[in-house]
Every structure is written in C-alpha cells, then in structure tokens.
C-alpha cells in the first residue's frame, strides 16, 4: 500500500477553522488528535504534536480560533486586550466536531467518535471546559498541558467528567501555577501531574527565555517559558498510550 498523506483546510465558520491531516488517507477508522492552540496561535506547539500523531496513525484536526475573528496573537501585556474565553475556546471545538461530523465525505479515512483533544496554555482551559457536564461528551478525553486557571475559572468550573480531564503542569511554572492547578483536582478529582522543574510552555520547542512585560497577574509582570524535550516526550507517552 503506497502512503498517500492529506491535509486541508475548512472555513467551519465566519469565526473559526479547522487543518485536518492524515500521514495515510487509505487507512481507515483512524482514532483523532484534536490539538487547540495556545494564546500564540497554532505554532510549534501543534506541529510537534501533529508530526508525532501522523507517526502513530492518527488524524489530526486543529481548531484555528483566531485567524477568522482577525487575531494573530494575545499578547498579554495590557488588560483592555481583547480575550476569547475558555467556554468560547470549547465551543469552537464543539462547532467543529458537529461540522465535521454531518461532513463524512470530508475526511472518510478518520473514526470522529473515537477522538481525544490536547489543549496548551489557555487551549488547555478550553479543553478542561469540553469536559464540563453541561458540554457535549464528544471527546474520550481531553489532556490539559499548563492551563490558565484564574480565581474565576477556579469558582466557576467545579462540575467536570474528572475521569476524562488529565492536567499536566510544570513544578516551576510562574504563569500557570502549580498550586491553581493542585486546588483544581482537589475541588474536581481530575488527574493531575506536576512535572518536577519544568516551567510553562514545556512543550513548545524553541523556546527559553523570559516575557518582561507579560501580566503573570492583573499587576506583575515577567513570565519564564522553557521547552523540555524530556517533559514533552513523557506526556506524549502517557496521552498516547491512555
């Protein structure tokens, strides 16, 4: 059988798009890799993921939440910035899933009911919203790698399906703590793992340096991010093998 790799691009609606991609088009039944983007956008972060997925026989979707809605990035650094909330990140996915779902033609190579999602950074927060009860159970389970969860989030998302949410966060990490994370599972009893001196963005390669002028809170600044290649293959191995 010759491998015949595909990928393309949808407009599911004036706010949102979706990559799908597939490393063999004439396998069929091939579980999903939903991956939802960080506050930089679609960037290393997917591509790792993606290039790792197509290796293992998956489908891979991305769910671009800001180049319709005319966004590059989120930057961070002053608090009028324009936000997409967790709940609208989730919904994006939800769209998109529906979408796909009622398109079979479009991707006949991919089994959409078997589908997992991987969220970064706020993306993560999204994911963690997929799995609140009141969202569609879509997803066989969403891993959450350092998400954002604000005193807000904290309060507001108690009612989630634990069994399906598995957070993955750096000991080090100075803008998506540990400690939110710990009160998380302990008001929720998701899965949790702290990775021992890791900090945010672990797994997105290329990057080491600190963000002087991020907000880390409503009033200070300066945010570290690391890529750890030996964090990052740990995750994959226990996302992949789940």
Known sequence: MVPTSKSSAFAINSEIAAIVTTANQSIKK?????LLHGSGGISSNDDLWRDRALTLGYTVIQVDSYTNRGIFKQHWDKLDEYRIAPEVRAHDLVQAM????????????????????VGFSDGASGAICLQEH?????????????????????????????????????????WTPAAACEEFQSNTN????????THHSFSKPGINQWHEQTLRTRTERGVFCKYSETATQMVMDKVFNA
């Not at 091939?30 to 939903?34: A, G, K, M, S, V």
Request: hydrophobic share 35%.
């Open 190 to 197: 998701c899965s949790l793992t702290i990775i021992p001196d």
């Open 30 to 34: 091939q579980p999903c890799l939903w």
């Open 98 to 117: 529906y979408w796909l779902k009622d398109r079979y033609p479009v991707m006949p190579f991919a089994d959409i009911t078997n589908s997992v999602c």
């Open 134 to 174: 009141h969202s569609p159970d879509l997803w066989r389970k969403s891993f959450c790698l350092y998400p954002g969860l604000p005193r807000y989030f904290l309060d507001r998302v108690t009612n989630i399906r634990n069994e399906k949410t598995h957070i993955f966060v750096g000991e080090l990490d100075n």
